[in-house]
């Protein structure tokens, strides 16, 4: 039902923020009143929130909101540890 207009939706809320659901809800509605109404409210809020996380860069895993993370970390960086000369002990004072 809202497929159509998911691109559309995305472009209003990129260009005003602040758009509400319910906003967004009566632009769908004068665009196809035979399509939407008023009931609809609480499926575009849905949407809206899901979107506007998206475009955030957000996903949702078990009902918490997280940062996505790219699909393969950072190259770690290796420390190397310099040891003192007077923590290596000579081969022949070892035994």
Same mark, same amino acid.
Request: aromatic fraction near 8%; avoid cysteine.
């Given at each position: 039902?809202?497929? =159509?207009?998911? *691109? ?6 990129? /260009?005003? +923020? *602040?758009? #509400? &659901? &319910? #906003? ?8 196809? +009143? %035979?399509?939407?109404? %008023?009931? /609809? ?8 929130? %899901?979107?506007?996380?998206?475009? &955030? ?13 790219? &699909?393969? =970390? ?9 040891? #003192? +000369?007077? #923590?290596? %002990? +000579? *081969?022949?004072?070892?035994?």
């Amino acid at each position: 039902m809202y497929e =159509p207009f998911e *691109a559309q939706i995305k472009g209003w809320l990129k /260009n005003e +923020p *602040a758009l #509400s &659901a &319910a #906003s967004v809800l009566q632009r769908l509605i004068d665009i196809e +009143p %035979t399509r939407f109404e %008023t009931k /609809n409210l609480r499926m575009v809020q849905l949407l809206v929130k %899901t979107w506007r996380m998206e475009m &955030a860069g957000l996903f949702i895993v078990d009902g918490g909101w997280f940062r996505s993370v790219p &699909a393969s =970390p950072p190259p770690r960086r290796r420390v190397m540890q310099v040891r #003192s +000369p007077q #923590s290596v %002990t +000579p *081969a022949h004072e070892a035994i």
